[in-house]
């Protein structure tokens, strides 16, 4: 076997993010000399997931290749980093995956470990750090700049001139004006944009807004 893959979470973000993973693999002539499995470490012994072997994170270091590729497809965007940490200790490559029909326009560039799911548009001269996950029809406009470990949740509408710092989340179906050059809308580190929300404007880091126009959480 050539290439070892590893689909870092078997739940519902691993099991969404196989086929799209497994698509890549054939449209890039790489699926026959390779071998791809789940990585969970709920997992005490390797078990089968969707019809593909599913094992714990100490099997999958054990498992013989001559190289070893990971994608971290879990959408909490701590657990993304520690275990983006562990891989590095351990000299195995981030991979990044994109569907098929995700379109990326001129001008973008991504770092590793990014996940671009069915239907994801990037448009021109965007920048995009460290294990970004876009889920389903989400977009990122001209012009913006995203931090590292920041997820989309589904159809988020990211539209031109928005930064957004590391460890964000945007939940479902949020809208996201656009900024201008000179004055990009900033969505701060770790922050959340609930679902649906309307953000008009900047977000601070930590914060959670949720409404329209969205608004900070009071609990
Ligand atoms: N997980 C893991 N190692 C970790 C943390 C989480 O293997 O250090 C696995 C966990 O067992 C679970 C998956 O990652 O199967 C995360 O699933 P969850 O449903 O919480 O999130 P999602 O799939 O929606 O991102």
């Not at 691993?14 to 470490?41: C, H, T, W």
């Not at 290749?65 to 701590?78: P, R």
């Not at 548009?121 to 294990?131: E, L, M, Q």
Request: aromatic fraction near 8%; charged fraction near 20%; charge should be neutral.
């Amino acid at each position: 076997m050539n290439c070892l893959y590893g689909i870092y979470g078997a739940s519902g973000c691993g099991r969404s993010l196989m086929p799209v993973a497994v698509e890549q693999l054939k449209r890039d002539n790489l699926y026959r000399q390779s071998q791809i499995v789940f990585i969970d470490d709920a997992l005490e012994e390797n078990k089968q997931v969707n019809g593909y072997t599913a094992m714990n994170y100490t099997q999958f270091k054990a498992t013989e290749a001559k190289d070893k590729k990971v994608l971290i497809a879990i959408a909490n965007s701590g657990i993304r980093k520690k275990i983006a940490d562990k891989l590095a200790e351990d000299n195995i490559t981030m991979w990044s995956v994109l569907a098929d029909s995700t379109i990326i326009m001129d001008a973008v560039e991504i770092k590793e470990g990014a996940a671009l799911s069915p239907f994801v548009t990037i448009g021109a001269n965007v920048s995009i750090g460290k294990c970004f996950h876009a889920n389903l029809y989400s977009y990122v406009e001209h012009d913006c700049v995203i931090g590292d470990y920041v997820t989309f949740a589904p159809r988020v509408n990211c539209n031109g001139n928005i930064h957004i710092h590391d460890y964000a989340y945007i939940g479902t179906g949020a809208v996201i004006k656009q900024g201008t050059s000179d004055k990009p809308l900033i969505i701060g580190k770790g922050a959340i944009v609930g679902m649906g929300a309307v953000v008009t404007k900047d977000v601070p880091a930590g914060a959670i807004v949720i409404g329209n126009p969205a608004k900070p959480l009071v609990k």
